[in-house]
């Protein structure tokens, strides 16, 4: 379910916009942050990313004006920041995609049914191996 789910959302969002949603996670991660910028070694964290493949990831995204790389404000290292051309992107973006989130997967659920999802979430991440937010690489 999880992968047709998310290539269902990958095909909506790339119509609707300019945007894959490997763009939209790296700017939706970025944009309601302080000056719209996140130290890489977060971010990758965060989105349980190679540094390798954000590295890449990132320098595609630069081509096409969406982001930059600035030095790290706290410490060493580099921060990801959001040009007003991803700002922008990620808002026109926002919207549609919410939408297609709401249609293809929350308008599907039952009463409890999230709070069944958020439980068994948590069951199952307590118990996985590797990188993770919060237990770091």
């Not at 609707?16 to 890489?40: F, G, K, M, N, T």
């Amino acid at each position: 379910m999880t992968r047709h789910l998310e290539a269902h959302l990958a095909r909506e969002l790339n119509r609707a916009s300019e945007l894959s949603l490997q763009d939209y996670d790296v700017l939706s991660s970025i944009a309601a942050l302080p000056e719209h910028r996140w130290c890489a070694k977060e971010l990758m964290l965060h989105l349980q990313w190679s540094y390798s493949r954000l590295s890449h990831h990132v320098s595609r995204m630069e081509q096409r004006s969406l982001i930059t790389r600035a030095t790290c404000t706290h410490g060493t290292g580099i921060d990801i920041v959001a040009t007003n051309d991803g700002m922008k992107a990620i808002r026109e973006a926002t919207a549609d995609h919410l939408e297609a989130v709401r249609t293809a997967f929350l308008d599907r659920l039952e009463s409890g049914d999230l709070e069944r999802i958020d439980a068994l979430s948590h069951r199952v991440l307590e118990h996985l191996p590797g990188p993770t937010p919060s237990k770091g690489w």
